[in-house]
């Protein structure tokens, strides 16, 4: 009995479930999603190396990943129907997904009809929130000015605080200008709030992208020092088409972060402009163009971050991995399943020009 089937067996070793999870591209807990089957529900969705989603029934450093092919879970689960099962139907649509960030599965399951256990659950974990603070000022500064006026700043640390702070609005030049906003926006002042919460959430989905390509810098870093690094390999020099495969491979990752920074740099002219010009008809175009990318920014972030995490794991600095491990990793662990991402990246427009 192997390792997967002893644990499902003694319903041992389950991934445990953590508030974490949900700030991961790569990891759904179904434990947010209608399983009838338990032990289903305690498991993950996972993209693995090749970006293939699969079922972990256990993870850990001593005991590494227990994985389950979509296409095997009828064998491990007892499932006699798997066409008419409504937990493989739900699992059969999840696998192909481009990413399983918060923001991503909010559009995706809607558009697939999967119901969700909690709204809630599909949120960022509270120190990932505090995490972003930093990142969020660029979109709260020009929204404290528009209110409180440049004094005022420092008052609001997080976002919350100031959507709280718009619910209750004490100072009467505070009140005053919320109905100028409000006026601006063509909404009863009732429902500036809601207008808050949306442009909050919206703007920390970008706020969370950046942060985590702001993560992977190292990575990428690393990654291209170990490129350089084969190409000095005598083994590989002498070899025109591991040469001409190692440029082909560093062209694609450099081209999907360029693709990204090109996105973010549009995301933020935008939100500029949304301010210069405030209207409700500029948030409405914003937030649809924002909330239309997240499928495709997520996409091209949780492939990006999983092949990082996967060649710094074997690869973590120089001294480890000679010629032939490396080629061997980058072939068969690394290339496979970048062609989807790239596909993701052109599906957003001819932004990308990649091998």
């Not at 119901?115 to 929204?143: C, E, I, Q, W």
């Amino acid at each position: 009995m192997n390792a997967v089937s002893y644990a499902l067996k003694n319903d041992v070793a389950q991934t445990a479930g953590s508030d974490e999870e949900m700030d991961a591209l790569h990891i759904l807990p179904l434990r947010v999603l209608p399983f009838k089957n338990d032990k289903i529900g305690r498991a993950r969705m996972i993209k693995n190396n090749q970006l293939t989603g699969v079922l972990e029934v256990y993870s850990s450093r001593e005991t590494g990943s227990g994985q389950i092919p979509i296409d095997r879970l009828p064998e491990y689960y007892n499932i006699k129907n798997p066409l008419n099962d409504p937990d493989m139907q739900i699992v059969m649509k999840l696998g192909p997904l481009p990413s399983y960030d918060v923001y991503s599965l909010r559009r995706s399951l809607r558009g697939l009809g999967i119901a969700v256990n909690s709204h809630d659950a599909l949120k960022l974990s509270d120190d990932m929130n505090r995490a972003l603070a930093g990142y969020m000022k660029r979109f709260t500064v020009p929204l404290i000015r528009e209110v409180y006026g440049e004094e005022d700043e420092a008052k609001f640390q997080r976002f919350d605080d100031l959507i709280g702070m718009f619910r209750d609005p004490d100072p009467k030049k505070a009140l005053a200008k919320l109905k100028i906003m409000a006026e601006k926006l063509g909404i009863p002042l009732e429902s500036i709030p809601k207008f808050l919460e949306d442009y909050g959430d919206i703007f920390l989905s970008l706020s969370y992208y950046q942060h985590c390509l702001d993560r992977l810098k190292p990575m990428l870093d690393g990654f291209v020092v170990g490129m350089s690094e084969m190409r000095t390999f005598q083994k590989v020099k002498s070899s025109p088409q591991m040469m001409a495969e190692l440029d082909r491979l560093e062209k694609t990752i450099n081209g999907l972060v360029t693709f990204l920074k090109r996105m973010f740099q549009d995301f933020a002219v935008r939100s500029r402009d949304m301010w210069e010009h405030l209207s409700a008809a500029k948030f409405r175009h914003v937030k649809e163009v924002i909330e239309g990318a997240q499928s495709t920014v997520g996409g091209v972030l949780c492939g990006l971050t999983v092949k990082m995490n996967a060649w710094n794991q074997r690869f973590p600095n120089p001294k480890v991995g000679g010629p032939s491990a490396r080629e061997e990793f980058l072939m068969s662990e690394f290339k496979p399943g970048l062609a989807s991402v790239v596909a993701v990246a052109r599906g957003q427009g001819d932004l990308i020009s990649l091998a």
